[in-house]
């Protein structure tokens, strides 16, 4: 499957060893003019279900930054863990990465199952980052005197569970790109993608196969238990640890779901600021790339003026 003219095309990816005998797929964007400046790295991690190549749309925006990605274990070109989708795995696969590419304190950019990633990340190793900006990250409260949003059932973690039951049944095979496209933007919730965020999808989330039909590279088995896995870290009992600077971004709220956690998750950090998108929802990032990109260039560049 050929690039979009509308974002710059992945690299090759560099594998890079993560824990439980992982390989990731990680991927050195570098910056528009080819230098490699070491003090504006940004790390991008992406959200159950999607890969590295969903940031492009995004991180077109961004030229002037070195830019890393990464497919988490499970996801895109990256391989399965054999013990399944423990979110502390996650972590370790950005751990690596940073390792790996020997970035200095990069600015980590998360949305959703990838802003908790980055927490539960700097939580293992404080003073990893310079700052963060997460998109609605799954954290869920914990202890006697937290309170979950309605509607939020941290303890269905079932095959019960909505999230669970939709992963299970996701379609994996298409005829073709444009086939799987169309199937997308017709119904929530990858309708919700704008158009070029919904082509990276396509192109990167999914394996051609010889016959010309595509194939889903984070199998339905996989998703499904990184949503079960969501609410079994403690990421929020630890967020009095970390000390650098995080946006917590959410979209509206009209549904219970994650952007009822995001107000919660900047109280508990000791030094976070609260960024609402009202015309946004939960793929707020693959919504409006460019929006998400201002708030990024912003909260980079607050980062930058404080030290």
């Not at 095309?9 to 991927?27: D, M, N, R």
């Not at 979209?251 to 000791?270: E, R, T, V, Y």
Request: glycine letters at 8%; charged letters at 20%; aromatic letters at 8%.
């Amino acid at each position: 499957m050929k690039a979009s003219l509308d974002y710059q095309a992945l690299p090759e990816q560099t594998p890079v060893p993560s824990s439980s005998g992982v390989v990731l797929a990680a991927y050195d964007l570098g910056q528009a003019d080819g230098s490699l400046t070491s003090d504006r790295n940004l790390l991008f991690a992406h959200a159950t279900g999607f890969c590295a190549g969903v940031w492009a749309p995004l991180t077109a925006h961004l030229g002037e930054y070195r830019k890393v990605s990464l497919d988490f274990r499970g996801h895109g070109l990256s391989s399965v863990a054999a013990h399944g989708m423990d979110w502390a795995g996650t972590a370790e696969d950005v751990l690596a990465v940073i390792d790996a590419f020997e970035i200095e304190k990069p600015f980590g950019i998360g949305h959703s199952m990838g802003g908790a990633s980055l927490i539960l990340a700097e939580q293992m190793r404080p003073g990893t980052f310079s700052g963060l900006w997460v998109y609605e990250p799954i954290i869920f409260p914990t202890g006697e005197s937290s309170t979950v949003p309605e509607g939020l059932d941290i303890d269905d973690l079932s095959e019960k569970n909505p999230l669970v039951v939709s992963a299970l049944r996701r379609r994996s095979r298409f005829a073709s790109p444009g086939e799987a496209e169309k199937n997308f933007a017709s119904k929530p919730p990858l309708s919700d993608l704008c158009a070029t965020a919904l082509h990276a999808y396509v192109e990167y989330g999914f394996e051609q196969l010889p016959d010309g039909s595509i194939s889903l590279r984070c199998q339905p088995e996989v998703e499904a238990d990184t949503y079960r896995m969501g609410a079994r870290h403690d990421a929020f009992a630890h967020l009095g640890e970390v000390t650098c600077p995080v946006t917590v971004a959410r979209g509206h709220s009209q549904f219970p779901g994650p952007a009822d956690l995001a107000p919660l998750i900047a109280q508990a950090l000791p030094s976070a600021t609260l960024q609402e998108f009202p015309s946004l929802g939960h793929f707020g990032p693959l919504q409006d790339p460019s929006l998400i990109a201002t708030a990024v260039k912003s909260a980079v560049a607050a980062v930058a003026a404080a030290t």
